[in-house]
């Protein structure tokens, strides 16, 4: 769980500053719209966290992409609707996997048994 807020943390940071030097005619990038960035992106590394140990597919590391992909798609959704939806659904894409594969490769394997 530590390794995917991080990363979902740093991510987030990098969004929310690439958000605020964009300049677009017509947008401004208030402080609450980057906090929203920067949570949308805390929160994706929440669930990919919780999610350690769904399996959708075989295989650890096709799992973490799919899965990390589906829930960068969802914990994006929230951040598009306020403009710029696309852009933010493929680096939710992209940063979901990223985050949920080296979280899967430096989780603890713990034997409850």
Known sequence: ????LLLAAF???????????VE?????ATLPYLA?????????????GLAGGVAI???ETLN??????AIGIISSIAI??????SIF?????????????VATKFQEKRDFG
Do not use: K, Q
Not at 1 to 4: E, H, K, P, V, W
Not at 36 to 48: A, C, D, N, P, Q
């Open 24 to 28: 677009i005619e017509g947008f401004t």
């Open 36 to 48: 929203t960035i920067f949570y949308g992106r805390l929160l994706m590394g929440f669930m990919i």
């Open 11 to 21: 991510f987030g940071l990098g969004c929310a500053y690439g958000t605020s030097t």
């Open 80 to 85: 598009s609707f306020y403009g710029g939806g």
């Open 57 to 59: 597919l075989e295989g």
């Open 64 to 69: 973490a992409v799919l899965r990390g992909a």
């Open 89 to 101: 659904i493929m680096a939710g894409i992209v940063y979901g996997i990223i985050t949920d594969v």
């Open 1 to 4: 769980m530590f390794a995917s």
